[in-house]
């Protein structure tokens, strides 16, 4: 059973840094595709990045852009999601998400499996 397990959240002042990551129990290549999500007390999940294995294209959210990197290692079967100049509004549960097809990267029924998130605090 595929098994992802999200890591790194923490509590930052504004302007921070902070890198999560997102464990794999399966091979990368197991995946079309692999995203970033984030939902805040309130609000609804929303996408913040995703990452297409084959092609290698990176997709973000405006609200992230220029700001978070998505990035994968193969190897370490691990995704990562690395979050500069952090505000506020990015305090969220970010949750890890895979797909094996994945076709529209934005849709959270794109994704097949789930990790239970790891929370970010902006403050």
């Known amino acids: 059973q595929v098994q992802l397990v999200e890591s790194g959240g923490a509590s930052v002042q504004p302007g921070g840094s902070l890198r999560l990551s997102c464990s794999s129990s399966e091979p990368l290549d197991t995946y079309n595709a692999m995203a970033w999500f984030r939902q805040a007390a309130g609000k609804e999940r929303e996408v913040v990045a995703s990452i297409y294995r084959r092609v290698l294209n990176t997709y973000y959210s405006d609200s992230v852009k220029g700001r978070f990197t998505i990035s994968q290692d193969n190897a370490e079967r691990t995704l990562y999601l690395q979050m500069n100049s952090l505000k506020p509004e990015d305090s969220a549960i970010y949750y890890c998400?895979?797909?094996?097809?994945?076709?529209?990267?934005?849709?959270?029924?794109?994704?097949?499996?789930w990790g239970r998130g790891t929370q970010v605090t902006v403050s």
């Open positions: 998400a895979a797909g094996r097809i994945a076709l529209d990267w934005r849709k959270g029924s794109s994704y097949n499996y």
